[in-house]
Every structure is written in structure tokens, then in C-alpha cells.
């Protein structure tokens, strides 16, 4: 932590091993992150719960960022990156442990008290990760870098998504045929058999994450900071606050919208493809669909960016592709449907690379304060997908009192409730187009 690196003149040669470290971390949280979309139809099921209470397992994660991003801010700001990030993982595998409580129980508020821990742990993890990440070098090859970080977090999200889908949602289509036909005593064996199945895989989580704690502390991370704030024509800074950049606010408002459709693209995709009528079995490789697409596009970006393709036309692009495929969507059917919900990963890609440095750009001291705001943005995941499934359980009602068959009226439910996403991508279109720019000098 001795050395300052800064953004502007920092070499390759210098960055390679902290951006190595860096994505390390963000394998970590993406890997823990994403196994969300496996953990949705399984907290439904042993815990029998509505569709809108399911999707509180990615609010009990993503509401995390609210509640520690600026406290989080304020510990780095004491401690330092290195312990700060070695803090967090200490605290996500305590949320791990949580979870053989909560299994014992098998009650819900424990489970999302678990997801919670983890989330706050995240948070700090995020919250110096990106900013670090995103001035790590020149702030025009930015995006390049954290498209190389969302690599690493969409593989291991893929990674995850299957390793717990196949943990966890394993004769979980037999399991609910048969909890309707036996008695209640049976029928609780059976959940608290299955519930007892996320017992060993935390165990594994935790020590892997305790052991990546005490490694992180003695990684060669070297300080950096922001470029200062252009200076006006008598030698002082033109902005005092935070407030005096609009282009922040409508950043944070952009990344806000965008974690929320990004989390609906991973984590109802699932319990989408059953209510269609897919197998768990089969329905469990959905999420890697879509995180798939977002490694191939982020390969993609890694070798455009900036040479072929500035960040603001990479975000106009995703944009305008998030509102194709949403209409996309709700203009068919089956599994055409699910691919569409899966090519949303193509338009998810780039959002977060390009939103970073784009609001960031010109904050100078304000860089830190920005970056704590931004983090809050994530939770946007926590808000919008409670928001899809509360639409499905509201449409899915409305079409059951029109004498539509109850697997029918979830399966067109689940689909229709998808326009929540157009919204979305048109608020993140117009940051792209002009939003970013709000503020700044020419």
C-alpha cells in the first residue's frame, strides 16, 4: 500500500499482477452472486412460498448494498484496500455458516439473513474493487479492464449456476408432485431432507472463502487515486459537491435500472423456463445461457474497446439491444423466449464496464463519494426483480379468475411480466446518448 500508482501513467507491466488479484475477487462475488438463480425455485419450494416472496432471495442480497456502500466507504478509507477486501471475504463466509442454521429450521428469514451477511461482505469487496479496477490505468481503456473483471465474474457465475442447480434443484420436480399427496408429517421429512442439501456446500464455501481472506492480506496491491478535477481559470476547482454533477446522479440512476434488469436476465430465467413446463433438470442450465452471452461479449468488448469502439457507443449499442430483445421476448413463446431472456445477456454486457468510467469521468476528490453512490446503484437488484414477481403473481391471479388453467396462466404471466425490462433499457439508452455528458465542459 506504499506505493501510489497513478491512473494516468500506470504500465502494463505494473498492473498485470493487481488486475490478476482483482479478478480474482470478482470470480469470488460472481460465483456467490449468481448462484441466486438456483437458489429462487429452491427457497420456493422448502419454504412454499409466492413468486414475489421467491425473488426476496436476490433483495436479501442486493438490499446489502444499500445499507453497508457508505459505511463500507468509510472502513477503506481507514484500513486500506488490502484488509478491507480480506474483511469482506471474513464476512462472506460468516454468511455462509448462516446458512446451517437455517437449514436446521428451515426458515425463510434465516436463509435471507445469510444472503444478507453475504451481500454485506460483497459490498466491500465492490466497493473497492471497481473504483480500483476503473482508475487502475487510463480511464479511456477502462471499460476494457472491467470487461476483462466481468470474465471472470460470468464464468464463475456460470460456473456456480451449475454446480448449485445441480445440488440443489436434483428430483426437485418429484419432490413437489409428491408433497401434494402425502401428509403433513411426510411431507415435512421431505423439505427438511432437501433443505438439509445447502449444509455441506456452505461449509465448503466458507473455508475457501476464510483461506482467499488471509491470502488477500499479503497481495501486492499497490494506492491509486483519481485524476485531480480540472482546474478553472483562477486555479480553483469549479465543483465543491457532489450535487453540482448531474451526469452522477443520472449514472447512478442508469446502473440502478441496469443490476436489475441484469438480475432479471440471470435469475428468472430459471424459474421461468418451468413455469413453461421445462424440467428443473433441464431448466437448471438457463442462467449459464445467459452468462455465457455475457462472456462472449465481454471478450468482445475486452478486444474493441478502445481501439475499435469507444465506451459510450458500446453502451448505445447494449441499450438499444436490451429493448429489442425485451420486445423480443414478449413477441414469443417456449424456448425461442428463453433465448431471448438469455441474449439479454449480450446487451448486459458492456452496461457496467461503460456506466463506470463514464460517471466517474471529471469527479477527481469526489471520486471515492461517487463510487459508494454507485455501489448503492446495485441495488437495484434488490428492488426490480421483487417488482417482476409481484407482476406474475398478479397477471398469473388475473388470468385464473378468466378460467385459464393455472399452468398456462403462469407460463404467459411469467412472460408478459417481462416489460418491466423496456423501461429499463430506455433510461440506460438515454444516459448513453446524452446523460453522461450532463454538467461536464466541452
Same mark, same amino acid.
Given at each position: 500500500?506504499?506505493?501510489?500508482? =497513478?491512473?494516468?501513467?500506470?504500465?502494463?507491466?505494473?498492473?498485470?499482477?493487481?488486475?490478476?488479484?482483482?479478478?480474482?475477487? %470478482?470470480? #469470488?462475488?460472481?460465483?456467490?452472486?449468481?448462484?441466486?438463480?438456483?437458489?429462487?425455485?429452491?427457497?420456493?419450494?422448502?419454504?412454499?412460498?409466492?413468486?414475489? =416472496?421467491?425473488?426476496?432471495?436476490?433483495?436479501?442480497?442486493?438490499?446489502?448494498?444499500?445499507?453497508?456502500?457508505?459505511?463500507?466507504?468509510? !472502513?477503506?478509507?481507514?484500513?486500506?484496500?488490502?484488509?478491507?477486501?480480506?474483511?469482506?471475504?471474513?464476512?462472506?463466509?460468516?454468511?455462509?455458516?448462516?446458512?446451517?442454521?437455517? @437449514?436446521?429450521?428451515?426458515?425463510?428469514?434465516? %436463509?435471507?439473513?445469510? !444472503?444478507?451477511?453475504?451481500?454485506?461482505?460483497?459490498?466491500?469487496?465492490?466497493?473497492?474493487?471497481?473504483?480500483?479496477?476503473?482508475?487502475?490505468? /487510463?480511464?479511456?481503456?477502462?471499460?476494457?479492464?472491467?470487461?476483462?473483471?466481468?470474465?471472470?465474474?460470468?464464468?464463475?457465475?456460470?460456473?456456480?449456476?451449475?454446480?448449485?442447480?445441480?445440488?440443489?434443484?436434483?428430483?426437485?420436480?418429484?419432490?413437489?408432485?409428491?408433497?401434494?399427496?402425502?401428509?403433513?408429517?411426510?411431507?415435512?421429512?421431505?423439505?427438511?431432507?432437501?433443505?438439509?442439501?445447502?449444509?455441506?456446500?456452505?461449509?465448503?464455501?466458507?473455508? !475457501?472463502?476464510?483461506?482467499?481472506?488471509?491470502?488477500?492480506?499479503?497481495? /501486492?496491491?499497490?494506492?491509486?487515486?483519481?485524476?485531480?478535477?480540472?482546474?478553472?481559470?483562477?486555479?480553483?476547482?469549479?465543483?465543491?459537491?457532489?450535487?453540482?454533477?448531474?451526469?452522477?446522479?443520472?449514472?447512478? +440512476?442508469?446502473?440502478?435500472?441496469?443490476?436489475?434488469?441484469?438480475?432479471?436476465?440471470?435469475?428468472?430465467?430459471?424459474?421461468?423456463?418451468?413455469?413453461?413446463?421445462?424440467?428443473?433438470?433441464? @431448466?437448471? %442450465?438457463?442462467?449459464?445461457?445467459? +452468462?455465457?452471452?455475457?462472456?462472449?461479449?465481454?471478450?468482445?468488448?475486452?478486444?474493441? #474497446? /478502445?481501439?475499435?469502439?469507444?465506451?459510450?457507443?458500446?453502451?448505445?449499442?447494449?441499450?438499444?439491444?436490451?429493448?429489442?430483445?425485451?420486445?423480443?421476448?414478449?413477441?414469443?413463446?417456449?424456448?425461442?423466449?428463453?433465448?431471448?431472456?438469455?441474449?439479454?445477456?449480450?446487451?448486459?454486457?458492456?452496461?457496467?464496464?461503460?456506466?463506470?468510467?463514464?460517471?466517474?469521468?471529471?469527479?477527481?476528490?469526489?471520486?471515492?463519494?461517487?463510487?459508494?453512490?454507485?455501489?448503492?446503484?446495485?441495488?437495484?437488484?434488490?428492488?426490480?426483480?421483487?417488482?417482476?414477481?409481484?407482476?406474475?403473481?398478479?397477471?398469473?391471479?388475473?388470468?385464473?379468475?378468466?378460467?385459464?388453467?393455472?399452468?398456462?396462466?403462469?407460463?404467459?404471466?411469467?412472460?408478459?411480466?417481462?416489460?418491466?425490462?423496456?423501461?429499463?433499457?430506455?433510461?440506460?439508452?438515454?444516459?448513453?446518448?446524452?446523460?453522461?455528458?450532463?454538467?461536464?465542459?466541452?
Amino acid at each position: 500500500m506504499s506505493n501510489t500508482v =497513478q491512473s494516468n501513467t500506470t504500465s502494463g507491466k505494473s498492473t498485470f499482477i493487481p488486475i490478476l488479484i482483482i479478478a480474482g475477487l %470478482f470470480f #469470488i462475488f460472481g460465483f456467490v452472486t449468481w448462484i441466486n438463480g438456483a437458489l429462487i425455485p429452491f427457497m420456493k419450494t422448502i419454504n412454499e412460498l409466492t413468486s414475489a =416472496q421467491s425473488y426476496l432471495v436476490a433483495s436479501a442480497s442486493y438490499i446489502s448494498f444499500v445499507v453497508m456502500a457508505l459505511p463500507a466507504s468509510y !472502513i477503506l478509507g481507514k484500513i486500506g484496500y488490502r484488509k478491507g477486501m480480506s474483511l469482506g471475504l471474513f464476512v462472506m463466509a460468516i454468511g455462509a455458516l448462516v446458512f446451517i442454521p437455517a @437449514a436446521e429450521a428451515r426458515t425463510y428469514w434465516v %436463509f435471507l439473513s445469510g !444472503i444478507f451477511i453475504q451481500g454485506m461482505g460483497m459490498t466491500l469487496l465492490q466497493t473497492a474493487s471497481n473504483p480500483y479496477i476503473t482508475i487502475l490505468g /487510463p480511464m479511456e481503456s477502462a471499460a476494457k479492464r472491467i470487461a476483462i473483471m466481468g470474465i471472470a465474474n460470468k464464468v464463475a457465475g456460470a460456473l456456480g449456476s451449475l454446480i448449485f442447480g445441480a445440488i440443489l434443484l436434483s428430483g426437485i420436480d418429484e419432490i413437489k408432485e409428491k408433497i401434494n399427496t402425502v401428509s403433513v408429517d411426510e411431507k415435512a421429512q421431505m423439505l427438511d431432507a432437501m433443505a438439509d442439501s445447502v449444509v455441506i456446500p456452505y461449509i465448503v464455501m466458507a473455508i !475457501i472463502l476464510v483461506v482467499l481472506a488471509i491470502l488477500i492480506r499479503k497481495a /501486492p496491491l499497490p494506492h491509486v487515486e483519481a485524476e485531480p478535477i480540472e482546474e478553472n481559470i483562477e486555479g480553483k476547482t469549479s465543483k465543491t459537491s457532489i450535487f453540482q454533477f448531474p451526469h452522477l446522479w443520472l449514472g447512478v +440512476l442508469t446502473l440502478f435500472v441496469y443490476v436489475g434488469a441484469e438480475v432479471i436476465a440471470g435469475d428468472t430465467i430459471i424459474a421461468y423456463g418451468i413455469s413453461l413446463g421445462f424440467s428443473a433438470d433441464d @431448466a437448471k %442450465f438457463f442462467t449459464t445461457f445467459t +452468462l455465457m452471452a455475457m462472456v462472449a461479449t465481454y471478450a468482445l468488448g475486452v478486444f474493441l #474497446i /478502445p481501439k475499435y469502439l469507444k465506451q459510450g457507443t458500446a453502451l448505445k449499442i447494449s441499450a438499444a439491444l436490451g429493448i429489442i430483445f425485451s420486445i423480443c421476448i414478449l413477441s414469443t413463446t417456449g424456448f425461442t423466449s428463453v433465448l431471448f431472456v438469455a441474449a439479454l445477456g449480450i446487451a448486459n454486457a458492456l452496461v457496467w464496464p461503460a456506466v463506470w468510467p463514464l460517471t466517474l469521468e471529471g469527479l477527481g476528490k469526489f471520486t471515492k463519494t461517487a463510487s459508494a453512490l454507485l455501489i448503492m446503484a446495485i441495488s437495484g437488484g434488490a428492488i426490480i426483480p421483487p417488482l417482476y414477481g409481484r407482476l406474475v403473481d398478479a397477471n398469473k391471479h388475473e388470468l385464473i379468475a378468466n378460467g385459464i388453467h393455472e399452468a398456462e396462466a403462469m407460463a404467459t404471466a411469467a412472460n408478459s411480466s417481462y416489460w418491466i425490462l423496456i423501461p429499463c433499457y430506455a433510461i440506460i439508452l438515454y444516459f448513453a446518448l446524452s446523460g453522461h455528458k450532463l454538467g461536464l465542459k466541452k
